[in-house]
């Protein structure tokens, strides 16, 4: 009786603490979609911008494909699907000579996201 208990504790702790990460990644993400938010990426240089785009968007198929991540209970794998279709939106607009700011801030945003809950 008293192991199942603890076992109890136990799992009521997890829980506060995988909802807890939850509500921080949800109050981060929350800025993403204010509209209040701008990155400071669309005031790049078309080639700085088109690599800086890029490189987010590597990095989140990278985090994205990694096992770890898959297999985490984290919502690491979440953000950094969210940041590799909005990256790849992003270098879509671009590739069609479009700066979409409204989506590279998107991609900026869930980038930062993504590396919070990566670190």
């Known amino acids: 009786m008293f192991g199942r208990k603890i076992s109890l504790l136990v799992a009521a702790i997890g829980m506060s603490l995988a909802t807890a990460a939850a509500v921080q990644a949800a109050d981060i993400g929350g800025q993403c979609f204010?509209?209040?938010?701008?990155?400071?990426?669309?005031?790049?240089?078309?080639?700085d911008l088109d690599a800086e785009i890029e490189k987010r968007y590597d990095q989140a198929v990278q985090t994205s494909e990694s096992?770890?991540?898959?297999?985490?209970?984290?919502?690491?794998?979440?953000?950094a699907n969210e940041t590799k279709v909005s990256c790849g939106k992003?270098?879509?607009?671009?590739?069609?000579?479009?700066?979409?700011?409204?989506?590279?801030?998107?991609?900026?945003?869930?980038?930062?996201?993504?590396f919070y809950l990566a670190n």
């Open 34 to 47: 204010t509209g209040e938010y701008r990155s400071g990426l669309v005031n790049y240089a078309r080639p």
């Open 67 to 79: 096992e770890p991540v898959i297999y985490s209970r984290r919502h690491l794998w979440t953000w």
């Open 90 to 114: 992003a270098i879509g607009f671009l590739k069609s000579n479009e700066i979409n700011e409204e989506q590279i801030t998107q991609c900026d945003c869930f980038y930062g996201i993504m």
